[in-house]
């Protein structure tokens, strides 16, 4: 046994000499597939939306005969079709909580109504009537938006808890969308001001709409909440679209407003998925970014850099900071799934395995390749490597 | 899904015109015009506007949509308003663009102008004021930088865009569509494994025209190919962006496998672009505009040879388009256009889709033609309506 250990020892040591190796990449990078249906050239074939560290759940173009899109909701490596209502023809989930409860819409293109819909963990199907629901929250309220009977084509801002769906109203225009909402059912989301033009980023909370404003410019929206803490976009004092961060008080007032700015070279950035840990994601320009402690990143640059993902926009991250969103992969216009690299994933390609293992003990003695944080490859990280295998 | 048309006779109406239809699906029950100072009719200027998601590799159309109103004043002889208002115009639930699409990313490299994000191509917003073009009597946004997702995230290739004007006498409203889809369906032939199909496209090209456009990405087509659509001029020389389309793939539309091989490039099996009245009665694209080798004859002028109303339509005593003009661009019965009463381009009344059918409906209380005289005129005119340009 010892000479057959040596041997292997060696061997792994020899593989080390030979790999060059670059810091490993912070996220493993998956492709969420689609439900069978062709690959689009100039639209997604599958839309990621929403992640809970239950489920995660979007759109994809299935194979009916006029590729319709219908809502999925992914447990686990299994990617599960939703369905649509009886008489309708598409559907897509915006939303998703750490139940695995998700929401969402079913609907014909050109009709005059949409239909919301609660999918439950258990399976259940629910109609919620007229309205788009965007996200649920852990006790299974929901912010939605809902139609307008008078007025087609506009919507209003809404909470459903239960069986109750309350009118939040506008900021004095025609239109308002509920996007989101916390623990405490407060509600964010976008609403036309008085004037008809300007869309300005709100919060309902304690029965009434509070404008969180904008960042010197016209227009802002509110994408997600998480506890005290709004993302979305505002546009700045010279009208370019920058991922910002409001903070609100206990009570309701607005504390703080942030410019996340954007990456260098982008023409604009839009925050649009946030978590408890205060980590924020969203597009600038043609890429996905992670915004945490005051700066933002291009998450490309922290994936493998043999990967063939291009990730375009991340719409939401997990309590456990898995992202989700939509980029292109050898060509086609895939959902992503963005999981955090183990630290014993050494070659990040999402097991811990006999190659983490060679750059390991090529790694002995030196810095590079050390896992717990002692500057120096040793004994520690190799029973730190051992206690995390996967094979 | 489909709704059926049953026709019926509009009767007891002076100036009923021929034969009308009243839309079964979903119609609200008639009633009478809302009484009002002011009429407002909106439409499209061409029943549907293709753009992408993804312009990093290739572009063959830009978020562009255009939205046209005629402003009636109401009264015993109404009078079409071009002055002494304001027109404004939003598309509620659609407020935001650039998250949704990296246009703005590429725009600099494709159409050398630096746009600043939700901005399109002319200047305007998702939002704004209308513009009069005075002596054609009507009010106008072009190049709306619209994309084919509502702000919550679903798929809506029917947008309704909200007019409303504001006058001395009042102000008053309308929707009307303002159709935009990115369904091209390039991959359903353009799907080497491993690339893009914007890939697979250039490589086609570079293989065929001797071409290295696979270097020079982004690549406008039409920075070659004349587009009048785009009012690209193209290079001398080479053919226009239609005639090269559909002549080149016209020997490969039969492949495509679908009932109707238009929409392996237009959208598509799944938006049904062509949804008019039309279309509910059997008749199909080819049955106006012809096969594809017709449509890329190098005789034909793209955008001006298009298929004439009275190509079919020959009623005795009746005009149709004015001479030299498309119906989208002709006016009748003192200056009022052939699209305010009948709807646009491939969305005439009555169409398949509920939502094109809105503002008649809301207007007269019944889709189809506004037919209905009192919707600008405050009494029953007692003179009887022919269908010619100068009644």
Redesign the interface.
């Known amino acids: 046994m010892r000479s057959n250990l040596y041997i292997s020892f060696t061997s792994l040591m020899s593989v080390c000499a030979s790999t060059a190796f670059a810091a490993p990449p912070a996220y493993i990078v998956k492709d969420l597939g689609t439900l069978s249906g062709?690959?689009?050239?100039?639209?997604?074939g599958t839309?990621g939306?929403a992640a809970s560290t239950a489920a995660i759940v979007g759109?994809s173009v299935t194979t009916l005969?006029?590729?319709?899109?219908h809502a999925f909701r992914v447990v686990g490596d299994t990617m599960q079709d939703l369905g649509v209502l009886v008489?309708d023809?598409?559907s897509?989930a915006?939303g998703v909580n750490n139940s695995g409860d998700a929401v969402g819409?079913s609907?014909?293109?050109?009709?005059?109504t949409?239909h919301g819909v609660l999918w439950s963990a258990a399976g259940a199907t629910t109609s919620l009537g007229d309205v788009?629901p965007?996200d649920i929250n852990e006790s299974g309220a929901i912010a939605a938006?809902t139609l307008v009977v008078a007025a087609?084509?506009?919507?209003h801002a809404t909470l459903i808890v239960g069986r109750v769906s309350t009118d939040l109203g506008t900021l004095g225009g025609?239109?308002s969308?509920g996007?989101a909402l916390n623990a405490d059912n407060w509600v964010v989301g976008?609403s036309?001001l008085a004037?008809?033009?300007?869309?300005h980023a709100f919060v309902h909370r304690n029965g009434s709409m509070l404008d969180l404003g904008t960042l010197g410019g016209s227009?802002s929206?509110a994408l997600d909440v998480q506890g005290l803490t709004v993302v979305g976009?505002a546009d700045t004092a010279?009208?370019?679209?920058h991922a910002t961060r409001w903070t609100l008080t206990p009570s309701g007032a607005l504390a703080s407003v942030t410019d996340l700015g954007k990456l260098p070279s982008?023409?604009?950035s839009?925050a649009?998925g946030t978590n408890a840990a205060g980590t924020i994601v969203?597009?600038s320009?043609?890429s996905a970014f992670r915004w945490h402690g005051g700066s933002m990143v291009d998450l490309n640059a922290h994936i493998a850099p043999t990967s063939t993902w291009?990730l375009?926009?991340a719409t939401a991250i997990d309590a456990n900071g898995r992202i989700v969103g939509t980029g292109?992969h050898?060509?086609?216009?895939r959902a992503f799934l963005l999981v955090p690299r183990a630290a014993s994933d050494l070659d990040a390609d999402g097991d811990v395995d006999a190659a983490d293992l060679a750059l390991l003990l090529g790694g002995w003695g030196s810095g590079e390749f050390d896992i717990d944080g002692d500057d120096t490859v040793n004994a520690a990280d190799l029973a730190i490597m051992l206690g995390a295998w996967t094979g | 899904m489909q709704s059926k048309l049953v026709p019926t006779v509009v009767a007891g109406a002076s100036c009923a015109v021929l034969l009308g239809y009243f839309f079964a699906g979903g119609a609200p029950a008639a009633r009478a015009p809302a009484p009002g100072a002011y009429t407002v009719v909106g439409f499209n200027d061409l029943g549907m506007h293709c753009m992408q998601e993804d312009f990093s590799e290739i572009c063959i159309l830009p978020p562009y949509n255009t939205l046209r109103a005629q402003v009636i004043e109401r009264g015993e002889e109404p009078e079409i308003l071009t002055s002494d208002v304001s027109v404004i115009y939003s598309v509620p639930n659609h407020m935001r663009a650039s998250d949704k699409t990296n246009f703005w990313t590429f725009a600099p490299q494709l159409f050398g102008v630096q746009l600043a994000p939700d901005v399109g191509l002319t200047g305007n917003r998702l939002s704004g004021t209308m513009a009069p073009r005075k002596e054609e009597g009507i009010w106008e946004v072009t190049g709306i930088p619209l994309v084919p997702v509502d702000d919550a995230g679903r798929l809506d290739p029917y947008p309704l865009g909200l007019i409303t004007v504001t006058g001395s006498q009042g102000t008053a409203t309308t929707r009307a569509v303002l159709p935009v889809s990115s369904e091209m369906s390039c991959s359903l032939c353009h799907n080497t494994p491993g690339i893009s199909v914007a890939q697979d496209i250039l490589l086609k090209h570079d293989s065929l025209h001797g071409t290295h456009l696979v270097d020079q990405k982004p690549v406008l087509c039409a920075s070659c190919h004349a587009d009048p659509a785009l009012g690209a001029p193209g290079q001398p020389g080479v053919s226009m962006l239609s005639h090269a389309m559909h002549g080149s793939h016209a020997p490969h539309a039969a492949s495509s496998g679908l009932d109707n091989d238009c929409y392996a490039c237009h959208p598509g099996v799944r938006t049904q672009c062509q949804r008019d009245v039309h279309h509910g009665l059997g008749i199909q694209c080819t049955d106006c505009h012809g096969g594809m080798s017709a449509v890329g004859n190098p005789a034909r002028i793209p955008w001006t040879d298009q298929p004439r109303c009275s190509d079919c339509h020959n009623k005795p005593g009746s005009d149709y388009e004015q001479p030299g003009k498309l119906f989208k661009d002709s006016i009748g019965h003192g200056g009022i256009y052939c699209v305010t009463c009948h709807g646009a381009p491939h969305a005439i009344g009555p169409a398949t889709t509920p939502v094109d059918n809105l503002q008649a409906i809301t207007l007269q209380g019944h889709a189809g033609p506004i037919n209905t005289c009192i919707v600008c005129h405050t009494s029953q005119p007692k003179d009887s309506f022919f269908h010619k340009v100068k009644d």
């Open positions: 062709a690959n689009e050239a100039f639209e997604p839309i939306l759109s005969p006029n590729r319709e899109f008489g023809e598409h897509m915006f819409v609907y014909a293109l050109g009709q005059l949409y788009e965007r938006s087609p084509g506009t919507t025609p239109t969308m996007l976008q036309l004037d008809g033009q300007k869309l227009h929206s976009v010279t009208g370019i679209p982008a023409p604009s839009a649009l969203g597009i320009g043609d291009h375009m926009r292109k050898a060509g086609l216009q």
